[in-house]
């Protein structure tokens, strides 16, 4: 068991079996992301209950905390992969550790304006220095940094490294800062305002919406994952016999 | 030759080679007195106010002023080729490239520190603050000639790098920030700054041990 599995992990380094794989595994995430989706929109949009403290604009929820998680999650899998690409110089690892950054990115940023939407007309301002909000500023700053290098540098594959290495100190640096910014914030400026300190535990009814959107953005982002490393491959192999014959079908 | 031998000749030549050039050397100085008078100039010169802003307009100054000298680190042993003699040659490259941020820190982060009373007068900063200013400068501006080290060992390659560089390590730099004013703010409010500064001191001892091996790592990467 351990012993293909090991096996499968190696072949999956090579990158004319990723492209086949990925090939074949897109569809099936396809279709899910597309029930999920659906099915998530509707649970969210329509079978939840409206919240009786804030109306029907915690229904923003539903996209925001899913992309709030997206960004997180993802920023860990681009520094898991970029210390793979580092160790064991995995070219696919590296395209994996790079294509992550601007999906991520897009994720943080997506945060960052349905949170400042939301603010609006709960908070009355479009941004308050709240400690959530900083760190997600700075982890949306953290992902341009990682493309700004990747881009900056003309080797590709010294940059994807370079770009990896970045994201293995961001890591490192993440829990640092996320924590420091929530130290500053309870010094500055206390209790003006509480994020979900008036809410209670989630009702299920309205848990089950935001679970099923959270499966509907794991399946967008292997989607979207995929079809950038495929398209990373088809570009830096394009010497390689593999792709000249597929290109010529 | 032991390490430590290694690492005082190594930070002897690079202070000669600074004091050669004594001219570049004050510019961070200059800089950072610019940027503290401009603050008057925009905000009003009202000393309340200004007193109000004075920690966090030092540190910020610090932090621009510490990361537009961070080229001065590797850049000119990377044009001349003498980091590749060091590649080469026995001593690890972390330990050079530790020689290195020491001697970074004794030209850029040192004159800081020792300017802090002057832009504490510029900025009336109230007297309590002045003794904490000092301590949180000492103590933080090491680790940001640290963490700067990595990012310009992972730019060093890059022709115009600098403002990717500040990219890379602003958003690195804002827990010292956070903690160095908060250390100047405690004092002021009349509380101890022993907290804020011992996490300073966790931040420098955790830098010392991790940035080096990280920047010889990204150093082999971008000039590999």
Same mark, same amino acid.
């Given at each position: 068991m351990w012993k293909t599995l090991k096996r499968w992990f190696h072949q999956l380094g090579s990158p004319r079996t990723f492209y086949r794989f990925s090939g074949a595994l897109i569809p099936w995430l396809f279709v899910a992301m597309v029930i999920t989706l659906a099915w998530g929109l509707y649970q969210s949009l329509l079978v939840a209950p409206t919240d009786y403290q804030q109306g029907e604009s915690y229904r923003i929820l539903y996209v925001h905390v899913p992309s709030a998680w997206m960004g997180l999650f993802i920023y860990v899998l681009m520094a898991v992969s970029g210390l793979i690409a580092l160790v064991w110089r995995m070219k696919v690892a590296e395209m994996v550790a790079i294509a992550c950054a601007p999906i991520g990115a897009a994720y943080t940023f997506v945060t960052l304006v349905t949170g400042s939407l939301w603010g609006k007309p709960m908070w009355g301002t479009w941004w308050e220095w709240d400690a959530r909000l900083t760190s997600e500023l700075f982890l949306l700053f953290l992902y341009l940094g990682v493309m700004g290098l990747y881009a900056a540098i003309e080797d590709r594959r010294k940059a994807a490294r370079a770009a990896a290495l970045l994201a293995l100190v961001g890591v490192v640096n993440l829990p640092i800062i996320h924590y420091s910014v929530v130290w500053w914030n309870t010094l500055h400026? +206390?209790?003006?305002?509480?994020?979900?300190? +008036?809410?209670?535990?989630?009702?299920p009814s309205m848990l089950k919406a935001l679970l099923i959107m959270t499966a509907a953005t794991k399946f967008h982002f292997g989607v979207a994952l995929l079809q950038s490393v495929r398209a990373r491959i088809l570009q830096q192999e394009s010497k390689a016999s593999w792709v000249q014959e597929l290109v010529d079908d | 030759m032991n390490l430590l031998h290694i690492l005082w000749s190594l930070i002897q030549r690079d202070l000669r080679l600074a004091w050669r050039s004594r001219g570049e050397l004050l510019n961070p100085v200059f800089f950072l007195i610019l940027v503290i008078a401009l603050f008057p100039l925009g905000v009003g010169p009202e000393g309340k106010l200004l007193a109000r802003i004075a920690s966090g307009t030092v540190w910020v100054a610090a932090l621009l002023a510490t990361m537009l000298s961070?080229?001065? @680190?590797?850049r000119s042993d990377v044009e001349d080729g003498s980091m590749e003699q060091m590649f080469v040659s026995q001593t690890p490259l972390s330990w050079i490239v530790l020689g290195k941020v020491i001697t970074h820190w004794l030209v850029t982060g040192l004159p800081l520190v020792l300017l802090a009373p002057l832009l504490a007068i510029l900025m009336h900063l109230p007297q309590p603050g002045l003794w904490a200013l000092i301590q949180s400068l000492a103590l933080g501006t090491p680790v940001l000639s640290l963490i700067g080290s990595v990012g310009v060992a992972l730019t060093?390659? @890059?022709?115009?790098?600098g403002m990717l560089l500040s990219l890379l390590v602003l958003p690195l730099y804002v827990p010292v920030l956070i903690f160095g004013t908060a250390a100047v703010e405690n004092a002021i409010a009349?509380?101890?700054?022993a907290g804020p500064l011992l996490i300073l001191a966790a931040m420098l001892l955790f830098a010392l041990t991790l940035a080096p091996l990280t920047a010889a790592w990204a150093l082999k990467v971008s000039l590999s």
């Open positions: 400026q +206390g209790a003006t305002v509480k994020l979900f300190s +008036g809410e209670s535990h989630m009702h | 961070l080229d001065l @680190i590797f060093v390659g @890059i022709r115009k790098g009349g509380m101890s700054p």
